[in-house]
């Protein structure tokens, strides 16, 4: 029997152009393609799966002849969060010369952190955060209720 996946895997965004986007995720939110297709058909000519390794989740890319999605933004967004608040001062820099800025850095305090917003080449929103917890009370919660479960 094959091995089944389950629980949130992915979330997918249709796309113009699979390259660009690719090349956006990629120098912003540190993204490496895991797998690439071309099925052909209207609805998907091309296909990427990319994922930046630290968790089992993926961004799924399909390039389409028509794109008829709403894109995510201008609060919807895909959440990233960094190592530090350099590198989000860092491609923020970036972000302002290649025009994609969406939101300045503003620093929230705890819970959300410092956080800055980036149009994607379709108008998604990338959020890129440091001292966000939102990935922290996830496993945390997790936690909680592995303890539960032991009682």
């Known amino acids: 029997m094959k091995d089944i996946d389950v629980g949130f895997t992915h979330v997918a ?23 690439q297709r071309e099925p052909g058909i209207p609805d998907a000519r091309k296909v990427a799966w990319l ?10 890319l399909v390039q389409a002849d028509t794109v008829t999605d709403t894109p995510l933004g201008h609060f919807g967004h895909l959440g990233v969060a960094c190592a ?9 820099g970036m972000a302002i010369a290649e025009g994609v800025l969406r939101k300045a850095p503003e620093n929230l305090g705890d819970p959300v952190g410092y956080y800055v917003f980036f149009a994607d080449p379709d108008g998604n929103t ?18 909680r209720g592995a303890q539960a479960q032991e009682r």
């Open 84 to 92: 530090t608040r350099e590198e989000i001062d860092r491609k923020t």
């Open 51 to 60: 994922s930046d390794h630290t968790r089992p989740f993926a961004l799924v």
């Open 13 to 35: 965004f249709m796309v113009r152009d699979l390259e660009k986007s690719i090349a956006f995720y990629r120098r912003y939110a540190g993204m490496e393609v895991v797998h």
């Open 126 to 143: 990338l959020e890129l955060s440091f001292g966000q917890r939102v990935g922290l009370e996830a496993i945390a919660s997790v936690d």
